[in-house]
C-alpha cells in the first residue's frame, strides 16, 4: 500500500491548520520539493503566524518579499560578482548562497504584518484579519424592535378570525 505525506503541503498553507492536520492525519512519502533554503511555520496564537526562513549571507537588498492574491513569495538573488575575490580559495563552501524562490498558500485574510533580518533568520509575520462581516456575532434573545413582531402575529389572528 502506497502512503503520501503531505507535511510539505502542510509547511507551505498558512492558516489552513485544520485542514492541514486532516490531511496529514489520512496520510504519509518524501518532500519531492527543493529543501533550500531551510525554514519554519510557526502558529503563535489563532491569529498570528511566522514563518523563519535561514537565508545565512543574503542581505536586505538581495531578498524580495512578495504578497499577491493568497500567495507569499520570498525571493533571494545572490550577486556573483559581489564573492568574487580571485585572491580567496575555498576549501570548502557549505553555505549555499544561491538563489530561491519559496512560495506559500496564504488563507483568506491572512495578511504580512512585518518582516525582519537577524542573524541570517529571516523572520516574516503573519497576521489573520476577518473582516467585521465575516466574524460571529451574538443574536441577543428578545431583541426586535417594540414588539413589532407581536403585533403582526396579532394582526393576522384578526384578519382570520
Known amino acids: 500500500m502506497r502512503t503520501y505525506d503531505f507535511s510539505p503541503l502542510y509547511r507551505s498553507f498558512v492558516g489552513f491548520d485544520r485542514m492541514a492536520n486532516l490531511i496529514d ?4 512519502a518524501s518532500d ?3 529543501a533550500y533554503p531551510p525554514y519554519n511555520v510557526a ?3 489563532d491569529d498570528n503566524y511566522r514563518i523563519e526562513l535561514a537565508v545565512a549571507g543574503f542581505s536586505d537588498d538581495e531578498l524580495e518579499i512578495e504578497s499577491h492574491e493568497n500567495v507569499l513569495t520570498i525571493t533571494g538573488r545572490k550577486d556573483p560578482s559581489a564573492d568574487n575575490d580571485d585572491a580567496t580559495t575555498w576549501l570548502h563552501r557549505g553555505i549555499a548562497e544561491r538563489g530561491f524562490e519559496r512560495r506559500f498558500q496564504l488563507a483568506d485574510h491572512v495578511f504580512v504584518d512585518g518582516a525582519d533580518l537577524k542573524n541570517g533568520l529571516l523572520v516574516i509575520s503573519l497576521k489573520r484579519e476577518l473582516p467585521e ?8 434573545i428578545g431583541s426586535q424592535d417594540d414588539g413589532k413582531l407581536i403585533e403582526q402575529k396579532s394582526s393576522r389572528k384578526q384578519k382570520a378570525a
Do not use: C, E
Open 133 to 140: 462581516a465575516l466574524k460571529p456575532r451574538k443574536i441577543k
Open 32 to 34: 519531492n520539493g527543493s
Open 25 to 28: 492525519a489520512a496520510s504519509q
Open 43 to 45: 502558529q503563535i496564537d
